[in-house]
């Protein structure tokens, strides 16, 4: 493991992924430039893993981006050092009835995983401006918000990209098309996938109405 310090995003990589782990850095730096604008934002500590330090630390499965947050003990944004290939297989299967219907996406299923980071970065904002409130779908739609909203004032070249995903998304079939399900959590990747869609252009919706 190699610790890099930072004042806003210090970061820990396993061997071997110190370029993307500085990659990612700069891409989170960016949103957090564009969020500052409203109240300051505290460290948020990124760990970009490969899969046996990620399995010494975390008992969330490996590949997916997750955050850990909390007032009291830090916040920390997990990514893997790279996507397992199963995982990429599953997103490109689920996919495929949303394909069919809404055409092809700007990119690959690991350019979405990475993309979203900024999401799982705008979870952390959240917590630290006090915003979590323990209603599912509220704090996810809240996070879409201001991931969206950081977006498009600092990388307005990846807002369109990550508008169009989230379309794609919004045309898969969910097996509960209701906010009450989510509460229950969603069962299957499809019915996540689907509410990170329809989250991302109600959020998209009000940033473009600013």
């Given at each position: 493991?190699?610790?890099?310090?930072?004042?806003?995003?210090?970061?820990?990589?396993?061997?071997?992924?110190?370029?993307?782990?500085r990659a990612i850095q700069e891409y989170l730096l960016a949103l957090r430039g564009a969020l500052?604008?409203?109240?300051?934002?505290?460290?948020?500590?990124?760990?970009?893993?490969?899969?046996?330090?990620?399995?010494?630390?975390?008992?969330?499965?490996?590949?997916?981006?997750?955050?850990?947050?909390?007032?009291?003990?830090?916040?920390?944004?997990?990514?893997?050092?790279?996507?397992?290939?199963?995982?990429?297989?599953?997103?490109?299967?689920?996919l495929v009835p949303a394909i069919k219907r809404a055409g092809k996406?700007?990119?690959?299923?690991?350019?979405?995983?990475?993309?979203?980071?900024?999401?799982?970065?705008?979870?952390?904002?959240?917590?630290?401006?006090?915003?979590?409130?323990?209603?599912?779908?509220?704090?996810?739609?809240?996070?879409?918000?201001?991931?969206?909203?950081?977006?498009?004032?600092?990388?307005?070249?990846?807002?369109?990209?990550?508008?169009?995903?989230?379309?794609?998304?919004?045309?898969?079939?969910?097996?509960?098309?209701?906010?009450?399900?989510?509460?229950?959590?969603?069962?299957?990747?499809?019915?996540?996938?689907?509410?990170?869609?329809?989250?991302?252009?109600?959020?998209?919706?009000?940033?473009?109405?600013?």
């Open positions: 493991m190699q610790a890099l310090p930072h004042p806003y995003i210090p970061l820990q990589a396993s061997e071997g992924s110190v370029l993307r782990a500052t604008r409203h109240a300051e934002v505290p460290p948020v500590h990124l760990m970009v893993l490969g899969e046996a330090d990620w399995k010494a630390r975390v008992k969330h499965p490996y590949g997916f981006p997750f955050q850990r947050t909390s007032l009291r003990e830090g916040l920390y944004l997990f990514l893997p050092a790279r996507y397992p290939e199963r995982l990429i297989w599953r997103l490109r299967e689920t996406p700007s990119g690959q299923p690991s350019d979405f995983l990475d993309l979203n980071l900024g999401h799982e970065y705008a979870h952390a904002v959240a917590v630290a401006w006090k915003l979590r409130t323990r209603v599912r779908w509220i704090d996810e739609f809240m996070a879409n918000y201001l991931y969206l909203l950081a977006l498009h004032k600092a990388l307005p070249e990846l807002y369109p990209k990550a508008r169009q995903w989230g379309l794609l998304l919004a045309h898969l079939t969910p097996s509960e098309p209701s906010l009450g399900s989510y509460e229950r959590k969603p069962k299957t990747l499809s019915d996540q996938l689907w509410f990170q869609g329809q989250f991302t252009l109600e959020a998209a919706r009000l940033v473009e109405e600013k």
